[in-house]
């Protein structure tokens, strides 16, 4: 029977909303979820997995040109950027087929279209109105568009991309001009860099990679120079035209030429235009506000993921689904953000959890800072001819007890959830020592690093 009534209905089927469809059906919850433009949301359509298929392609691009200095001769290499991008095309649509049949295993309604909150237990789609006994909007984030002179119409005649249209793009552009040395920015900036095109990042602070460890941005910073990215930090960007950016730099403006430039200054959760208004939902600087079960200030009415703006990461917004539908089904849960792992998936890799040195002695916690290279890991030293990479360690002198964990190296992408799992449990450092970790592995930097 077809029925416009269910337990819950989602608005948003990216991370968040699906992951929160997933469980909420398997506790035999009847679920509707509502999307207006592809199952998968930004992260596997736009965001994070296409973006990592075109790292991987730029990464064995990277090692076969250096693969003479690991022992091998290969003749002369070329990328395909076609290719790489039919390859990521192919990805998605496994992604995203993958989330449309786990859909439909749990019975879940799939409805196309914008949702609009109507009621504090109804949404509609176009003419159809649907009810729910709660609410749950996981309505996601979009890239910020600033007001600079020439931005909007560069959107409009394509030289002005976001992190959606760059990763489609089917010529690799000679010049490539990247506004934010954030995550995005990075990202992009190491595959542009790696398949050829001149790469220039204009960053308005004295650092890249935002929050990151001061240290690290600086080693990160370091390694991309080397590889011929050119930064111009402290540098504000005034004019976008089809063929160059203006920035001023120390009080004078300067020309980047440009072919395309990619626009990567943050994201802003979409709140926007599905009726929060309506019944009061409660928002602070354009993020719905939350407590930590994920509700709003209105009953039944909750929200997870980059819409409310807490901590814009996928894996954050699963956990958050979760919690929000535990809550939903009576079970006590509650969100903790201290133990959130994050990853920049440059060449070297960039992990992080916790505290940094300067988060920790800003909230005037007692601590010691641990820092010793990525090389006294073996099998770091056997993979890596660079070499500069660090592990820094953050301990809480009082509980001897972790607070956070820093890594610049490979494979720091697959270390870092080890460390999050310390701090979350809050294993003490004599603990932590006590556990046999595999060797060679370049995980081991945490119990060495421990050691002093
Ligand atoms: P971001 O917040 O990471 O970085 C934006 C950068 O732009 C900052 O360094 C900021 O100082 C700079 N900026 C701001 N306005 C500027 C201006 N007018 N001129 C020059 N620089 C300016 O934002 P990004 O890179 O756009 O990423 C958006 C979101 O997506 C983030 O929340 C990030 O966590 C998430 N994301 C996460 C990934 C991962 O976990 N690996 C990958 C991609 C995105």
Do not use: W
Request: some cysteine; overall charge neutral; aromatic content about 6%.
């Amino acid at each position: 029977m077809i029925t416009n009534t269910f337990d819950l209905i989602i608005l948003g089927g990216g991370p968040a909303g699906y992951l929160a469809a997933e469980r909420a059906s398997g506790a035999g919850l009847n679920v509707l979820i509502v999307e207006q433009r592809f199952l998968g949301g930004v992260c596997l359509n736009e965001g994070c997995l296409p973006s990592k298929a075109l790292l991987h392609s730029a990464k064995v691009f990277d090692y076969a040109n250096h693969s003479e200095q690991y022992g091998v001769k290969v003749g002369s290499v070329t990328i395909d950027h076609n290719a790489v991008v039919e390859r990521k095309n192919k990805i998605v649509k496994t992604l995203v087929a993958g989330i449309k049949s786990k859909m439909r295993q749990n019975k879940v309604t799939v409805v196309e279209g914008t949702g609009i909150i109507t009621g504090n237990n109804s949404v509609k789609v176009g003419d159809i109105e649907y009810t729910g006994k709660r609410l749950l909007i996981c309505t996601g984030s979009h890239p910020v568009v600033p007001p600079i002179k020439g931005v909007a119409e560069c959107i409009t005649n394509g030289t002005v991309l976001t992190n959606r249209e760059i990763l489609d793009i089917r010529e690799i552009p000679k010049k490539l001009v990247v506004i934010g040395g954030g995550v995005i920015g990075l990202e992009m900036a190491s595959y542009f860099n790696s398949v050829g095109s001149s790469v220039t990042v204009i960053e308005m602070l004295p650092h890249i990679a935002g929050q990151t460890d001061k240290e690290i941005s600086t080693i990160l910073l370091k390694n991309y120079t080397d590889k011929g990215v050119t930064f111009k930090m402290n540098c504000k960007v005034t004019e976008v035209t089809e063929n160059s950016v203006a920035y001023e730099s120390e009080g004078k403006t300067e020309i980047q030429p440009a072919d395309k430039v990619l626009l990567s200054i943050g994201r802003r959760p979409s709140t926007e235009g599905i009726g929060l208004e309506t019944i009061g939902v409660y928002c602070e600087k354009g993020a719905i506000i939350t407590d930590d079960t994920m509700l709003t200030n209105i009953p039944n009415v909750y929200a997870a993921g980059d819409v409310n703006g807490k901590s814009m990461l996928a894996h954050t917004a699963y956990r958050e689904a979760e919690v929000a539908v535990n809550n939903m089904l009576g079970k006590k849960d509650f969100m903790r953000y201290n133990a959130v792992p994050s990853v920049i998936y440059t060449t070297p890799e960039v992990g992080a959890v916790g505290e940094t040195e300067e988060s920790a002695k800003q909230k005037g916690l007692d601590v010691e800072v641990i820092t010793k290279p990525m090389m006294y890991s073996g099998r770091y030293v056997a993979e890596n001819t660079r070499g500069d990479g660090i592990c820094k360690i953050v301990v809480d002198k009082k509980q001897n007890s972790i607070l956070g964990v820093h890594l610049i190296g490979n494979y720091a992408s697959e270390i870092i959830y080890g460390a999050a799992l310390m701090i979350e449990t809050q294993m003490t450092v004599d603990y932590i020592k006590e556990l046999v970790f595999p060797h060679p592995t370049v995980c081991e930097i945490i119990r060495e690093t421990l050691f002093k």
